[in-house]
Nanobody
């Protein structure tokens, strides 16, 4: 059974930092490109960042230079360090194994249909 358990969210002032964690189970974690996604009310869920099995990372333009994704294959856990947070980063954050569509992961496709409960990040101005 595939399961993702996200944690680490909270309420923070603009300019603050948070570190999110996502523990995965029932997946082929070490062979998956892992991604962090976010969804704000009324908007479609979007990929924020991903990390390949090689450790290579990529970020949505809006978070480049502020967010850092990392992974620990031994713990089947993926992390998202978020610095210099902005009110527009407010959303529920999820992780999943990212699937490419053509040559891009930003189409939002995932390997698994299962999603965790997410972790709420709220940034106040």
């Amino acid at each position: 059974q595939v399961q993702f358990v996200e944690s680490g969210g909270g309420l923070v002032q603009a300019g603050g930092s948070l570190r999110l964690s996502c523990a995965a189970s029932g997946t082929t974690f070490s062979s998956n490109t892992m991604g962090w996604y976010r969804q704000n009310s009324g908007k479609q869920r979007e990929l924020v960042a991903y990390i390949r099995t090689s450790g290579r990372t990529d970020y949505r333009d809006s978070v480049k230079g502020r967010f850092t994704i990392s992974r620990d294959n031994a713990k089947t856990t993926v992390y998202l360090q978020m610095n210099s947070l902005k009110p527009e980063d407010t959303a529920v954050y999820y992780c999943n194994a990212a699937a490419s569509y053509g040559d891009s992961y930003y189409a939002g496709r995932t390997v698994y249909d299962d999603w965790g409960q997410g972790t709420q990040v709220t940034v106040s101005s």
